[in-house]
């Protein structure tokens, strides 16, 4: 019988093989075990880099690797980037997922935060990694994020087969606006 992490292996494996199945930004680009426990992920997300000059320039493919430790599910995977990237949360060994890991989240929905992340559609200034980008980040909020595509593919319709019951309509309270815009507060660099 299969262990708990070797069904958790596979299970991830599966999830993200049928998630993005067919999604051009992000695909499996290899992998080590069977199943799985070196990912190599490759993303068409525009992101940036610092070429040798000092200059930071844009760029539209990605690689990643994804170790999964012994301790996996309960200690979080091992990510590095393979190409360069300019992010607040990046260095060059490894790609800060901050403290929001947990046994429960999917791999696949981490390689999507991920690929949110390369884009400037997610990222942390407060406690960065790589200080020149957070300062890059809070100087140049208008250019962000550079990707605004969905990174995520998007969720199947439902099959005929599965029967689904119309929505109850939403209450009032539910969908008015709030008086105060909560993403409005500017981000700063930590001293």
């Given at each position: ?37 070196v ?19 844009e ?42 890991w ?10 999507i ?5 390369i884009?400037?559609?997610e ?28 990174i ?40």
């Amino acid at each position: 019988m299969a262990s708990p992490r070797t069904r958790r292996l596979k299970l991830d494996y599966d999830a993200l093989r049928e998630r993005l199945a067919n999604w051009p930004l992000i695909q499996i680009a290899g992998t080590a075990g069977m199943p799985p426990e070196v990912y190599r992920i490759a993303y068409a997300i525009k992101g940036l880099y610092v070429q040798p000059s000092g200059q930071i320039h844009e760029r539209d493919t990605h690689l990643m690797e994804i170790n999964l430790s012994l301790d996996y599910p309960r200690r979080a995977p091992q990510c590095r980037m393979l190409t360069p990237v300019f992010h607040p949360n990046f260095d060059d060994a490894s790609v800060c997922i901050g403290d929001f890991w947990a046994a429960s989240e999917g791999l696949d929905d981490l390689i999507i935060r991920i690929g949110r992340m390369i884009a400037y559609q997610e990222y942390n200034t407060r406690s960065p990694l790589n200080g020149l980008a957070a300062r890059w980040a809070a100087e140049h909020l208008n250019l962000l994020p550079l990707d605004s595509r969905p990174i995520a593919p998007p969720v199947a319709p439902p099959t005929a087969s599965e029967p689904t019951e119309p929505a109850p309509p939403p209450s009032p309270a539910a969908t008015a606006l709030p008086t105060e815009d909560p993403w409005a507060t500017p981000i700063t660099l930590a001293e």
